[in-house]
């Protein structure tokens, strides 16, 4: 196959970024400078790509995806310049940042999976020296060796599930795959293929319970935990995008996708409310969004997979490199004392109002754009999250505004990725419905009775993950179980409430 053009503009991206990595000399802020010009380098060489023919259906896809880990790089470096400054072994860091974008951009460009599989291994090398900048801190080399192990798991699931896809006779470059049919003798090694892939994925996605590394790497710069949140852990959205023939071929698949990620996203919203570090947090809010991710993907949502990716990488970054801000928001101290939290009836009757209005808005907008439609299912889990913002007027019209948005950007999306897989099975979007609507009720009682018989028996058990992370460290490295400690809350009921 010839090298085109469009071929030689993805490997102009990485050696650019290699280019912070190979920088010789002990010039510390020429070393600064030539990382941020690799990122605009980077960037101005992506708008030729934008000309060229798409030689798959997910070109736009890795497009939009290459330009957000090009803006998020530039933004990285030009906040760790002031952040690391003073700061010894910064050398070591934009060198083993430099690897880590680069890496990055072969897994969103490439399309060989041997090749995306090499560079996914580079990046969590990469990720190694990062997440022990300090390497005096113990909660660092923890995270970072639990780290490690689950990303060794997760490529060997790759690596079969590379294996099985030679077997069923497809070739491993996904623009070829993408055209060639599968037989009916090769079906269940496509299918074991999927189920492989699936799993890999979950796993360097952070769900349930290989969450663990995740919520720890705290102890890393906070640069670094914004380019993980918004760029790293993301990665392996855009992996299933590319692969989604497979997956189109496996219906175990996608039902694993959609069960695995919704159960994450309900389990890790429920945690979320017990923390109260702002980067605690959003940790547990990057396991739950991805999860959400992965239930798009199953359900063949590719471009609502897509637009998700998107708005959560420039979410998880502003929220990142803005956390010291964060705590002067009102928000944790709400969920945790309820000063605030409605009735019952209130809570569920905001939830329905804001279903109602996302599902009107959806009628009216499918009279000039079919694009923008959405399955019954995503009405009530997106207007459930936006029935927080239903107080008075003002709460009325920002619902509407997010409404209109949401449609909005999501046909777009679909016209970037015109790709649709096929609808799930009615008893999985039905099972996942009951759930989002039971995590719902439920946050409305605890939110409302925070001192209540539920939230009582409760409350040890989500702080604690539900003990998910500790089973597996016990099931997967003979560990010993670590006893959680007794919240404090728990101890000063009988005194009153525990801010």
């Known amino acids: ?39 605009l380098f980077g960037g101005l060489l992506l708008l030729p790509l934008a000309w060229f023919t798409p030689s798959a259906p997910w070109f736009a896809a890795a497009w939009l995806m290459q330009a957000l880990v090009q803006l998020l790089g530039w933004m990285v470096l030009r906040y760790s310049r002031r952040y690391m400054q003073g700061e010894p072994g910064q050398h070591r860091f934009l060198r083993a940042l430099g690897c880590l974008l680069a890496s990055v951009t072969l897994v969103v460009q490439g399309t060989h999976l041997l090749l995306m599989l090499a560079a996914w291994i580079v990046c969590s090398l990469a990720l190694q020296t990062l997440l022990t900048f300090y390497p005096g801190r113990p909660a660092a080399q923890l995270a970072a060796r639990r780290e490690r192990r689950t990303s060794r798991l997760a490529e060997l699931l790759l690596i079969a599930g590379g294996l099985a896809w030679s077997c069923a006779g497809r070739s491993l470059d996904l623009t070829a795959a993408a055209t060639a049919p599968v037989s009916i003798e090769n079906h269940g090694y496509a299918m074991l293929a999927a189920v492989l892939l699936v799993a890999a994925v979950g796993i360097k996605t952070a769900q349930l319970p290989f969450h663990g590394w995740l919520t720890q790497v705290m102890e890393a710069p906070t640069p670094i935990s914004a380019l993980l949140h918004a760029g790293v852990v993301n990665l392996g959205g855009i992996v299933l995008i590319k692969a989604a023939p497979l997956l189109q071929t496996a219906p175990a698949a996608n039902a694993l996708l959609m069960l695995w990620g919704g159960l994450s996203a309900t389990v890790c919203c429920l945690v979320m409310l017990t923390r109260i570090s702002v980067k605690l947090r959003l940790a547990w809010s ?9 239930l798009e993907i199953g359900m063949g949502l590719y471009s609502l997979a897509l637009l998700h990716l998107l708005a959560h990488s420039l979410y998880k970054a502003h929220a990142f490199l803005s956390a010291g801000n964060a705590v002067r928001d009102s928000a944790a101290r709400r969920l945790a004392g309820g000063d605030e939290a409605d009735s019952l009836p209130a809570h569920l009757a905001r939830g329905a109002l804001a279903v109602l209005a996302l599902a009107v808005s959806q009628w009216l907008w499918q009279r000039w754009l079919p694009a923008a439609a959405l399955p019954p299912l995503f009405w009530l889990c997106m207007g459930l999250g936006m029935g927080v913002l239903l107080r008075g007027p003002s709460g009325l019209l920002a619902t509407l505004a997010l409404c209109q948005s949401y449609l909005l950007l999501h046909a777009l999306a679909t016209q970037a990725l015109p790709w649709h897989g096929q609808p799930p099975a009615a008893w999985s979007q039905w099972l996942l419905g009951a759930i989002f609507a039971a995590a719902f009720l439920l946050q409305g009682v605890l939110l409302r009775h925070p001192q209540g018989w539920l939230a009582r028996r409760l409350y040890p058990h989500a702080f604690a993950g539900f003990h998910l992370d500790e089973w597996w460290c016990m099931l997967a490295w003979h ?17 009153g409430r525990h801010d």
């Open 1 to 39: 196959m010839p090298f085109s053009l469009s071929d030689a503009l993805p490997v102009a991206i990485v050696l650019a970024w290699l280019l912070p990595a190979c920088w010789p000399g002990p010039a510390l802020r020429t070393h600064w400078r030539a990382a941020e010009a690799a990122a």
């Open 286 to 294: 990057t396991c739950a969004q991805m999860g959400f991710m992965l």
């Open 479 to 495: 560990q010993p179980r670590i006893q959680t400690p007794i919240p404090s809350w728990q101890l000063s009921l009988k005194g």
